[in-house]
């Protein structure tokens, strides 16, 4: 990995890597997306033949430094998430800084169709958080909230504002987005993103696939600061810092 912007000379290594990504304030939600050169979000209907072995250890490296990975449950099901298991290597990063061995999945969704007894709940380590509003079904919100953390924010849809007041009430205010775009699209609505990392795959694409930001909401263009930019084998590992709204 090296790194063009702010320029510096030689080979960053894992420690150097680590500490691109550092001085992040305590409470912060952080973007991490893919995309193609020519602005794909997935390739087959999934993010992952966009990116690369390193793309993947910056993934690692965000989730260690976070208290939570907040995901839109499209994405939770597109790209088969699961609760993230106790990994000795991980845990040592997470309680070196403080954090919890395990961090928790945060999961968007208003029609809750994820069921209590699947993996993703009913065996993870660090309990998932279901964030949905009060126009979810009330069935199946009492179901899971049978078993898991259930937080209620906002009405038809979820008030991405009010949810991460209560994650923050609950200890989780360092927030890792792994998307997807409608989440994006809701959260960068919200104004709740203070920073995106973005890979851009050395790739085209070609047409039919969305874009990182999807969904319904009208969004100002939002001007970005570049803090980074790294480059792995053609990958170019994008830092930016959004202006504050
Ligand atoms: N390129 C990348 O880095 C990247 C990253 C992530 C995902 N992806 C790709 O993106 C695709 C999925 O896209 P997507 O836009 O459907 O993903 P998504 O944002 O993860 O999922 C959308 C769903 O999340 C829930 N949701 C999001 N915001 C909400 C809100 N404000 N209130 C209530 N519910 C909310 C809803 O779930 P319910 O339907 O349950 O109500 C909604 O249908 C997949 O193909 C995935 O591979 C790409």
Not at 2 to 7: A, D, M, S, V
Not at 19 to 32: I, T
Not at 152 to 166: K, P
């Amino acid at each position: 990995m090296r790194q063009l912007f702010p320029p510096r000379d030689g080979f960053l290594a894992d420690e150097a890597l680590d500490r691109a990504y550092g001085d992040e304030p305590a409470d912060f939600v952080r973007v991490n997306f893919v995309a193609s050169a020519d602005g794909a979000a997935t390739l087959d209907g999934r993010a992952g033949g966009l990116g690369s072995a390193t793309d993947q250890q910056v993934l690692r490296l965000l989730r260690d430094r976070a208290d939570g990975i907040l995901v839109g449950a499209g994405t939770a099901m597109a790209e088969s998430y699961r609760a993230l298991r106790d990994d000795p290597v991980r845990a040592a990063a997470r309680t070196a800084r403080g954090l919890s061995r395990v961090p928790p999945l945060i999961l968007v969704s208003q029609r809750l169709s994820v069921d209590p007894s699947e993996p993703i709940i009913a065996k993870a380590v660090a309990r998932t958080v279901i964030v949905t509003c009060a126009g979810s079904d009330l069935e199946r919100r009492e179901a899971l909230a049978a078993v898991t953390p259930v937080i209620v924010a906002g009405e038809e849809t979820v008030d991405l504002r009010l949810a991460r007041t209560a994650l923050a009430e609950r200890g989780l205010r360092r927030l890792v987005c792994e998307g997807g775009p409608t989440l994006l699209g809701t959260a960068l609505a919200a104004g709740i993103v203070d920073e995106l990392c973005l890979t851009v795959s050395p790739m085209l694409a070609g047409p039919g696939a969305g874009r990182i930001v999807d969904g319904h909401l009208v969004i100002d263009p939002v001007r970005l600061r570049l803090r980074h930019l790294l480059e792995d084998d053609g990958f170019l590992f994008l830092r930016y810092a959004l202006a504050p709204s």
